[in-house]
C-alpha cells in the first residue's frame, strides 16, 4: 500500500523531532558532572529559594481545600512550609514548561542559520524541539513529585492517570507561541529583550506563589487570562485532591490552544520564506 | 514545489525564473522598508518608496530535464548558477517563475552544511537520511552502506567536530549519493577529497549516472562538461545566454572567453612573463584546470621530480623531462617550424585502477588553450612494469606554433580522461621565427606558381 506523502512527511517531522529533542536534552547536561540530575536539582533549588520568601518571611498560608481528601492530611508528616513547597513545585513545574519555550523559541532559527541557508530543513520541527525538551522536563519533574508524595505518606490517587491527557492544551499552547516567537524572532531580534519580563509576569499573574482565593473575585476572573491559571489550579486538584479534571474547562484550553497552534504554524509558514535573506 | 502538472518525463522544470536580491545600506534601511514605502503612498514628501538596491542574480531563466538526462550549467563567476543550484535543490526561493522538482535530489553543493556538529557520524547520517526522506528502515539498511563507503569507520561514533575537512566531506558525500537519488545536482567538482576516495567518488558518480539518474553539473570545466553532458547551459549576467546541445554551447562559451581574455591580457600587458594564472586567474581556461590545483614545477634535469609531496593514492606524475631537439635545456628556446621539443612523462599508478592516460596542453600568455593531445584521443594503449610505472613521451617535431611565450602543463587522467589523478605546470617555452610572419600556428603548407 502507498502511503500518502502526508503521511510520509509526518513519520519524518516526527522522526527529526524525535532524535533532535533527545539531543537536545542530552547535550544540555553534556560535561556536567551530575548531568540529568541537574533537571531536578535546578527546580528543587527555585523551590527552596521562594518557600523561604513567602512561606518562611511572608507567611503565606495555604488553606485552600482541594476537594475531600484534603492535602491537610499530609499535615501530619509534613510542615507547613513543607506543604507550601509541594504546592509550589506543582505551579513552578507548569509554569517552568512554559517559559522553557518562551526564553528559548526566540533564538532556535538564528542559531541554526546553515539549516536555513544551505540545506532543505524542515524548518517547523525547530521550535517543536523546543516543545518537547520542555515536555521531557515536565514529565521528569512530575514523576519524581508524585513519587515524592507517595514516599511521604500520601495516597496515589487514580486521577492522576489523567495527567498526560490533562497537560495536552499547555503542549500545545506550547507549540503555538513557539512557532510565534520562533519566527518573529529572526525579524525581531529585540523581541528576546522583553521575554524575561513576560516570564515573570506569567510567574506573578497565575496562581503559583498565592493562592487563587487571596485576590478578589474580579481579580480571579482576570488572572484566567493566564492559560497558566487554570492549569495549575487544575493540576492541584488532580494531584492532591485526587479529583478528576474539570472537562469542559479542559475542553475550552484545548480548543483556543489548537486555534493558536494553527496560527502559529500559519505565520511560521509564511515568515520561513523570509529567513534566509535576513539570517 | 508543486508535483502536479510536470509531463511524464520531466523531472525538473524552470519556468522563467527570476531571483532578485535586496541588498540594504544597514539594517535600519531594512525596518524603513517595512514601513516608509507605504507612509510615502500616502504623503509623499515624507520618506521614500525603496530602501535597497536590487540586485538580480537570476532572469527569466527555463530549463527542463528529462529523465536520465545529463545536463551543464556553465558561465563565468557571478553568472547564477549557484543561484539556479539552489533554487532546483529548494534551497534558495524565487523571486518569481516556478520550479518543479519530481524526487529526490542529492545535491552536492556544500557537502557536510546540513551537518550538526555535536552529533556523532552516525547520527548525522541517520538525521541527513530523514531528511532526504528515507524511512526508518531505509536508513537501518543503508547506515552500514555510507560507513563503509566513506572509509571512517574508526570515527563514525565521534562528534563530527572532531573530524577533519576531508573526513566531513567524505562522510557528506557517501550519504547524499547512498540514498538512490533521482537527481544529482554537482557544484564544480566530479569527485571529492583526495587520492583514493577522490576516484572512487568519481567511480560512484559514474555509476550513478549509468543507472540513469538525472544530473545537473555546474562547473568551470567545460572539458568536462563537453566529455559528460548531453545539453548544457550556459548563463551569464543571470541570463541564459545559449543552450542547447553541450558541444555547441561548450564552443560558443570558449570563444568568448577567449575573447574576454584577450581583452584582459591587454590589460595587463605590462606584467612581462607572468603567466596565464597572473593575469587571467579567475577566469582559468585550461581545459583539465580548477578542479585540482596544478603544482609548479622548475625545469632543471632531464626527469625531475614532481608529485613527492602530491597527491598520496593511486596515480601521481613521478617526473616529467623536458627535451628541445633532443638536448636537456636550461631555457627552452625553440625555432618555429625547425626545433623539435619533446615530453616525456614518468608516471605510477596502483594496480587497482585501469592505467591512466595523460595529456600535454599549451597555452599562451593569457591563459588560452593553443593545443592539446592525449593518448587517449590518439588512441595509444599504455602499459605499467611491475612497480605499477608506466614511461611515455610525446615529440612534437618542427614546432608549428609561431613567435611567443608559452606554457607547458601535463595532466594524469582516468582511463575515460574525465578524471584528474594529478597535475603539472612544467615550465615554459619561447618560440622564435625568422620572419615577420603574424598569428599564432604555422599551417603546414605547399605554394605554387
Known sequence: ?279 | MSYDAVPEDLVVRVLSVSKCYQMYANPKDRLKQFFMPRLHQHVPMMGRSKYYQEFWSLRDVSLSLKRGEVMGVIGVNGAGKSSLLQMICGVLNSTSGDVQVKGRVAALLELGAGFNPEFTGRENISLNATLLGLTGEEIAVKTPEIIAFSGIEEFIDQPVKTYSSGMYVRLAFAIATSVEPDILVIDEALSVGDGAFARKSFDRIMALKAQGVTILFCSHNIYQVEALCQNAIWLHQGRVKESGAARGVCQAYNEFLDQMSVAQSEASSQFEGSFSKGSASHLSLAPWDRAQESQEVNVKDTLLSVGLEGPKGIARIEAVGLKVDGQVREVLLLESEQSELEVSIQFMSSKDVPIPNVAVIITDRAGRNVSSCSNFYDKLVLARNSQGQTQVSVRFPKMPLLRGRYGISVFLLCERAIHIYDSANVGEMEVSQRGLELGVVALPRHWSA
Open chain 1, 1 to 279: 500500500m502507498q502511503e500518502t506523502p502526508f503521511l510520509t512527511g509526518l513519520k519524518a517531522f516526527w522522526r527529526l523531532l524525535w532524535q533532535l529533542g533527545c539531543r537536545d536534552i542530552q547535550t544540555r547536561y553534556k560535561g556536567s558532572v551530575l548531568g540529568l540530575l541537574w533537571s531536578l536539582i535546578n527546580p528543587v533549588l527555585t523551590v527552596v529559594l521562594y518557600t523561604f520568601l513567602f512561606s518562611v518571611v511572608f507567611h503565606t498560608q495555604w488553606e485552600e481545600d482541594f476537594g475531600p481528601k484534603d492535602i491537610k492530611a499530609l499535615a501530619s508528616t509534613s510542615s507547613s512550609h513543607g506543604q507550601y513547597a509541594l504546592i509550589l513545585f506543582t505551579g513552578l513545574m507548569l509554569h517552568s514548561f512554559l517559559a522553557d519555550i518562551i526564553q528559548r523559541a526566540g533564538q532556535v532559527i538564528t542559531q541554526q542559520a546553515n539549516l536555513v541557508k544551505k540545506v532543505v530543513f524542515p524548518l517547523h520541527v525547530l521550535p517543536a524541539v523546543v516543545v518537547f525538551a520542555s515536555l521531557f522536563q515536565i514529565t521528569v519533574s512530575a514523576i519524581v513529585l508524585l513519587l515524592a508524595l507517595v514516599v511521604s505518606g500520601q495516597t496515589a490517587y487514580v486521577s492522576w492517570l489523567s495527567l498526560p491527557l490533562l497537560i495536552l492544551p499547555l503542549v500545545i499552547l506550547g507549540l503555538g507561541v513557539a512557532w510565534l516567537l520562533g519566527a518573529l524572532g529572526v525579524f525581531l531580534r529585540d523581541l528576546n529583550q522583553l521575554m524575561g519580563w513576560l516570564v515573570t509576569a506569567l510567574l506573578f499573574s497565575a496562581p503559583i506563589l498565592y493562592p487563587l482565593k487571596t485576590v478578589s473575585q474580579k481579580m480571579g476572573t482576570y488572572l484566567y487570562l493566564n492559560p497558566l491559571t487554570y492549569m495549575v489550579e487544575d493540576w492541584r486538584h488532580v494531584i492532591y485532591g485526587g479529583n478528576w479534571p474539570n472537562w469542559g474547562q479542559w475542553f475550552t484550553y484545548l480548543s483556543l490552544s489548537l486555534v493558536l497552534a494553527v496560527f502559529g504554524y500559519a505565520v511560521f509558514g509564511k515568515m520561513k520564506k523570509g529567513f534566509a535573506d535576513v539570517l
